[in-house]
């Protein structure tokens, strides 16, 4: 691999020692094949680690892009089934447009080729050859699919067109890069739709995002607040975006998760995605032409780095059973070299119960390997956040049952052989549920409303996200982004550990904590004299 | 869209012309709403016109990629679940890497790159700056993939790993592009898999091989000739290539289907991927490395091209029901404008039908429009290559029945309502086995076995593939495509729609038709004195 160690530097010197532990080891230390660092200490680190050792990535010779390996791949598969399922039942269809895209038609709207310009890969040569013209590989494909639209649709009848796909897209960041949060390759899908009113298409900006809420929610047991962003932080062209904004406990920090943009016809006027009026139809007059209102929506492989960082402990990834490619591992335990005949009736025991599970469509894996001892698998699997283990050993066997451990909890039971499946499920139903109630809490603890300015940067260091007051005008909110850079705490100030990120705006939440128009509220704002027009959620953010 | 359209050029305004007429058209006229010649008279343009008009694909503005609309991109799905069904079942797991590679790592294996260095994608640029290296995209993964095998395979018993990946891929090929058959970005999955033993290996290689013959035959209605390609022919750097080949009757050119590569240890010498030999597990003596058999497997995006050949009529495409995304739609007939009772009692039928249907697995359209006439529908949806029309008009509502139009024979039935879902599903699988019966008796009368050389270059002209005796030299091979370049017809060899292209090999089938090895048969071509080794399938192919 040449230079390959070189460019990866110290993370991959650590992978590697904990791979080549694997090959020797004996009693497995846990600096060597665990953690050596925990989330208190050491996030960022921390956070490399659990990706790495849990076997979801791997470093890549090129930087800010990422190996993403079955354990975090298959985790995408399952939200994309569920995914799918569901934006098909409202009329979405798949298609895949190419990657490339050529200069004139990327700059077609200038608003919104602005906010990527900055980090459009472009291709300039094959082979030896140099390319007449260069071309680039999408950032996003909006005015990659645009002109097809005003192609393809002729008349309202068959309004809204909703189209979706999968794919990954390329935005060069100079930015540090982080696994899942900022890649210079990432994945999505990204759907792009057109309706005959604006009423239409908003109703769908909130379906789509009721999804995304559930992707969290329900997938990976995460709260997200819904809202809209302010103007400073809408997509590049869009009229508005919506969002569901998640929180990073362990470092109070919020991040975006998915966001659903009504268009309005900015792009549909660009390029004239436009049908006949239905009021005019049948008289002949075709010159009267309604521009489309558009929606685009996404969601991309950055809620696998969410699930990881919320989710995560010293032990390495904890993973909701809902998204898990493996959700139960089997382990025998207590095999004693004396009674070669009990390993035999134990793995019997064990492929019975592995076959019984998997007719019942959990999905298990037993690891029945001999080179390893119990202690080595437990710790293996914790690290790949497994759901449920199962251990069986001689007690087990005479007594008919199963001895389990919950990854989240680290907590003991024991279920009957007779009623695996329905008691796996359930143990599985309940560490889904548990795992959101843990988040929601840390969530619930950490949202404060702030109503006084002196209070907001000290929120901000408690590692609070902050509902403020708030006139919703850009300059202030660049103003309270410049305030909040510095920790409140004086004698912080000098030491290099302290906050030095001012606070975005998150979004305006859809369920404010109470009515501010109307009212004297003034914008929280240090300096502002204009009255609030919303509750707005601020925090310091990825 | 600029220049967009005269880059496209005159197919592009044959669809406009078509799109355009959806618009204001009243009675359909064949020649603008259907395809303007036939399979017989302008293959190449018949293949585009049902590709466009049927809403498969669109053209691009950058050339050599395509837009794979849902009618398409839906059939890659279906495709793609099956698949990664069976494969899962085998142990393989889904994972992704990133689409950008190092000319370093790119060019790590030598043989394998020359393969692919005059059609490789360099990016040099990212926004306004210059890289300070060159990044190429990938045009296969193999480079890639192999040196995080070396890393992650630590022993033996961690064997056969099996990797799978669904991307696309850039070859900038100057050659004619040609949809799904040959275009600059495509998509497919890649397996790659390391096994301890060449024969758990070359195992694999056949029973993937039989996976893609499974997708031609069950799913794609298409026989295939499963092989072995010669060294000539065989995959860069791979030790032997296994092959499915198609046959398009139409034009007598076979066609690559999918190859499963046995890759030996050409690549794990390479990259270093080793364990330690299982016989001396345990005795310290880890300086005896084993390199493991690789294997790297691919089906594109391809076979919706192949399918589309091979099944489509002068009426537009043909769907195999298997893969189709719409496999009925339902069409009211025979409404009057006088009794508007009809129209929604009618409506209300086809809606219950259409419930039914779903709710047993069918995937089923109604199309409910009311600007279009039941001939304009049927037009309409044929050029879909739907596989099955119901008819539902007055006559049908009094008699508790339907009437159905096979897509494949325009063979006429009629059904019981309240046998819906049972008949309807009987009438798909006849739809199926029929397309595939036709396919093979095509095949079957097209396939000779040619023991004369000067009836050789005749078949061709014939547009029958020739199973010949071969000696499997390379130099032979090449003699052979040069002797067969020219028609074997006097009379035709001025006449410039003669056939000008030399025949290949396209594979040593695993079923041959005889024994050939200690008979005395020499192999075939002109001028070579050698004694037969094998049957090899020669013919002009895509």
Redesign the interface.
Known sequence: ????HAVIGDLQAVH?AF??S??TEKAPSAALNGIDTTKEDDFPRWYQQILLKGEMI?Y???SG??????GS??I??IMQEWFNKEIKKMGV??????????E??LRKEQSHIEGF????????????STLEK??A?RPTSETIIY??L???I??Y?ELPLR?N?WN?V?R?EFKNPQPFLRS??F?WQEGHTAHLTSEGAEKEVHQILDLYCQIYRDFLAIPVVPGRKTDKEKFAGAEYTTTVEAYIPATGRAIQGATSHGLGQNFSKMFNISVEDPKLDGTGDSSQRLFLWQNSWAYSTRVIGVMAMVHGDNKGLVVPPRVAPIQVVIVPVGITAQVPEERTDIHEYIKTMQETLESDGIRVEADL?E?HTPGWKFNHWELKGIPLRLEVGPRELNESCISTSRRDTREKGRIELARLSVDVRAVLETIQASMYVRALEQYRNNVKVITKWEQFTAALDRKHLCLIPFCTREDCEERIRRLSERTADPSMRNDARAPSMGAKSLCIPFQQPSELQGTNTKCLAEGCELMAEKWCLFGRSY
Chains 1, 2 share one sequence.
């Open positions: 691999m040449g230079d390959y590697h791979d080549n694997q090959q791997d890549y010779d090129v892009c990422y190996v993403l390996r079955p791949w298959e995408w598969e269809r798949n298609c895949s447009f190419p990657m490339f895209v050529t004139e038609v310009s900055a980090e459009v890969a472009w291709v300039t040569q094959s082979g030896t260069k071309i590989i002109p097809y005003a192609n393809w002729r008349s009848r189209l796909q990954s390329v060069w210079r390759e994945y390997r080179e």
